[in-house]
């Protein structure tokens, strides 16, 4: 019997034997219930999506055994999402290239799979925003591999309070939609790895070293249980799959071709390596050194200044290609707004699209000072995105509800969004006015075909609703249901006493509209009253 293969006395057990306790477990979360006819439904949707995401798996599975991208190819490919950092693009390239070329022999000649295999895991070190994450997400689209992502800062040593590291493993099982065969070459990318380094004096000694020495087992090679001892619902339902027969899902994971790509700022690393470049030289070297530019000092870091910065010596060992991102300048963030197939400036035009097709323009000038106030902001290619949705958010609001199709951004308009988009709306005073009107027309649409009684607003009571709803910056579809949320009810009486169900709206009725609506009603119940 092989180990995948499961016992006839385990996999013909009746659902029966399963305890009550644990049936009551089950069925709280979801995973048991006692009606067979709806459990067998749900193991037909399980089947189709399991199969949906066997097929998907296989075709990921298939591209990878073809892989034959070249590393230049990668770069170029990089280049039309990613500005500068050159060098780290071309590290980054050779690295995964040979990573997926050996992954690639292992899938061909399953044989080479045991062969000695020093892995190429990345460190990224550089300030943020400048690309580290968008970079990892761009290679893991383009493989088509499966990647998780976690900031290191919520692993702790025992996963009892935080996170376990080996968690991360499980998220990558999860996100290659259980195949376990898909997850073993995929990406595990955890951010802030600086943060968990053992510095004296700041209480994080025990804890961060401690995760570093679990984070080294999972880079090297290491079986990983698919189910921690906490995860009792996926205990569960491995026990339900025994009793359900069948073969064995795999348990456990080996991380043998999982790739593991780390990154962090490293805010006193600079320091560090200008501190040692300083003892090393006399004279007018040590000025030199002292006053060496933390973009400079970053590109000759050495083991020993990473250790040095409290990262155990076998945990740095396990991260042999070290890439070095650059920090942005604001030429940097002006040709990211134009040239970037993933600028946010594109987002924020489709988000504007996506409003009745509002289109928005952006002068050169106004790129020029949108990446000169984001270069300010200190946070890279994310200052953009702060600096736009300053500028920008009252706009998002306003403009949807108006009949205004265009938007040009200037130099104006960052320097005082507020006046910009007053003057706007105020020479569109009159289309919004018209705009209000259509909108009125509407609600009496949705009145009749919702409550079954027609209601015709007159010319007199149309305007002072459109008044009112620019005095109370309201729509007029909120302002409508506050002001005849009795009418459904009235109307249809009067509807049932009358005969008649087309009803007129008058300007009384919006200023007094429960008054109006007692004296309709009052006044068709007086001659019923009379004739008694």
């Given at each position: 019997?092989?180990?995948?293969?499961?016992?006839?006395?385990?996999?013909?057990?009746?659902?029966?034997?399963?305890?009550?306790?644990?049936?009551?477990?089950?069925?709280?979360?979801?995973?048991?219930?006692?009606?067979?006819?709806?459990?067998?439904?749900?193991?037909?949707?399980?089947?189709?999506?399991h199969d949906n995401a066997d097929a998907k798996a296989a075709e990921v599975l298939d591209?990878?055994?073809?892989?034959?991208?070249?590393?230049?190819?990668?770069?170029?490919?990089?280049?039309?999402?990613?500005?500068?950092?050159?060098?780290?693009?071309?590290?980054?390239?050779?690295?995964?290239?040979?990573?997926?070329?050996?992954?690639?022999?292992?899938?061909?000649?399953?044989?080479?799979?045991?062969?000695?295999?020093?892995?190429?895991?990345?460190?990224?070190?550089?300030?943020?925003?400048?690309?580290?994450?968008?970079?990892?997400?761009?290679?893991?689209?383009?493989?088509?591999?499966?990647?998780?992502?976690?900031?290191?800062?919520?692993?702790?040593?025992?996963?009892?309070?935080?996170?376990?590291?080996?968690?991360?493993?499980?998220?990558?099982?999860?996100?290659?939609?259980?195949?376990?065969?898909?997850?073993?070459?995929?990406?595990?990318?955890?951010?802030?790895?600086?943060?968990?380094?053992?510095?004296?004096?700041?209480?994080?000694?025990?804890?961060?070293?401690?995760?570093?020495?679990?984070?080294?087992?999972?880079?090297?090679?290491?079986?990983?249980?698919?189910?921690?001892?906490?995860?009792?619902?996926?205990?569960?339902?491995?026990?339900l799959q025994m009793q359900r027969g069948g073969a064995q899902a795999a348990r456990t994971?080996?991380?043998?071709?999982?790739?593991?790509?780390?990154?962090?700022?490293?805010?006193?690393?600079?320091?560090?390596?200008?501190?040692?470049?300083?003892?090393?030289?006399?004279?007018?070297?040590?000025?030199?050194?002292?006053?060496?530019?933390?973009?400079?000092?970053?590109?000759?870091?050495?083991?020993?200044?990473?250790?040095?910065?409290?990262?155990?010596?076998?945990?740095?060992?396990?991260?042999?290609?070290?890439?070095?991102?650059?920090?942005?300048?604001?030429?940097?963030?002006?040709?990211?707004?134009?040239?970037?197939?993933?600028?946010?400036?594109?987002?924020?035009?489709?988000?504007?699209?996506?409003?009745?097709?509002?289109?928005?323009?952006?002068?050169?000038?106004?790129?020029?000072?949108?990446?000169?106030?984001?270069?300010?902001?200190?946070?890279?290619?994310?200052?953009?995105?702060?600096?736009?949705?300053?500028?920008?958010?009252?706009?998002?609001?306003?403009?949807?509800?108006?009949?205004?199709?265009?938007?040009?951004?200037?130099?104006?308009?960052?320097?005082?969004?507020?006046?910009?988009?007053?003057?706007?709306?105020?020479?569109?005073?009159?289309?919004?006015?018209?705009?209000?009107?259509?909108?009125?027309?509407?609600?009496?649409?949705?009145?009749?075909?919702?409550?079954?009684?027609?209601?015709?607003?007159?010319?007199?009571?149309?305007?002072?609703?459109?008044?009112?709803?620019?005095?109370?910056?309201?729509?007029?579809?909120?302002?409508?249901?506050?002001?005849?949320?009795?009418?459904?009810?009235?109307?249809?009486?009067?509807?049932?006493?009358?005969?008649?169900?087309?009803?007129?709206?008058?300007?009384?009725?919006?200023?007094?509209?429960?008054?109006?609506?007692?004296?309709?009603?009052?006044?068709?119940?007086?001659?019923?009253?009379?004739?008694?």
């Open positions: 019997m092989s180990n995948h293969e499961v016992p006839p006395s385990q996999s013909d057990a009746p659902s029966d034997e399963i305890p009550q306790s644990l049936r009551d477990l089950l069925h709280g979360n979801g995973i048991f219930t006692q009606s067979h006819a709806h459990g067998a439904a749900a193991d037909a949707r399980g089947n189709d999506d591209r990878i055994r073809a892989f034959n991208l070249k590393p230049r190819e990668v770069r170029d490919i990089l280049d039309r999402y990613v500005i500068q950092q050159g060098e780290a693009k071309k590290v980054l390239s050779v690295a995964i290239c040979d990573h997926y070329n050996h992954v690639r022999r292992c899938l061909q000649h399953p044989g080479e799979a045991d062969t000695d295999y020093a892995k190429p895991n990345v460190i990224l070190l550089g300030p943020t925003g400048v690309g580290k994450t968008y970079l990892l997400r761009c290679i893991a689209r383009l493989i088509g591999v499966p990647m998780v992502k976690a900031d290191a800062t919520k692993f702790s040593e025992t996963g009892y309070v935080g996170y376990d590291t080996e968690d991360l493993v499980r998220d990558l099982v999860k996100t290659a939609g259980g195949n376990v065969e898909l997850a073993r070459y995929g990406i595990i990318f955890i951010d802030e790895i600086d943060k968990i380094a053992s510095q004296p004096g700041t209480g994080r000694d025990v804890s961060g070293r401690g995760v570093q020495v679990n984070l080294l087992k999972l880079m090297e090679e290491t079986e990983v249980n698919l189910f921690s001892q906490t995860d009792l619902v996926g205990q569960m339902q491995s026990v994971i080996n991380t043998r071709h999982i790739l593991f790509i780390v990154s962090g700022a490293f805010d006193k690393l600079a320091e560090i390596i200008r501190h040692r470049a300083g003892q090393s030289k006399i004279g007018f070297g040590r000025a030199s050194a002292a006053t060496m530019a933390d973009r400079e000092a970053l590109h000759q870091v050495q083991t020993a200044d990473l250790i040095q910065y409290g990262f155990e010596p076998e945990f740095i060992g396990r991260l042999p290609v070290r890439v070095i991102c650059d920090p942005l300048s604001a030429e940097d963030l002006e040709r990211i707004l134009l040239t970037s197939e993933g600028s946010v400036l594109r987002q924020y035009k489709r988000d504007f699209e996506g409003y009745d097709g509002i289109e928005m323009n952006v002068t050169r000038e106004a790129i020029k000072a949108i990446a000169a106030q984001a270069f300010q902001e200190g946070t890279g290619a994310r200052g953009l995105m702060t600096v736009l949705e300053r500028a920008l958010r009252e706009f998002k609001f306003e403009l949807p509800s108006t009949s205004l199709k265009s938007l040009e951004i200037t130099t104006a308009t960052l320097d005082n969004p507020r006046r910009a988009l007053t003057a706007m709306l105020a020479a569109n005073r009159r289309e919004h006015r018209e705009l209000l009107r259509s909108e009125v027309n509407r609600y009496a649409e949705r009145f009749v075909a919702e409550h079954g009684v027609t209601i015709e607003f007159a010319d007199e009571a149309i305007d002072a609703l459109v008044d009112l709803s620019i005095a109370r910056d309201k729509t007029v579809r909120a302002l409508c249901e506050e002001i005849f949320r009795d009418y459904p009810h009235g109307l249809g009486l009067l509807a049932r006493t009358s005969g008649s169900a087309v009803f007129t709206i008058t300007r009384a009725m919006v200023e007094s509209p429960d008054a109006e609506l007692s004296r309709l009603i009052v006044a068709a119940m007086r001659p019923a009253a009379g004739e008694t």
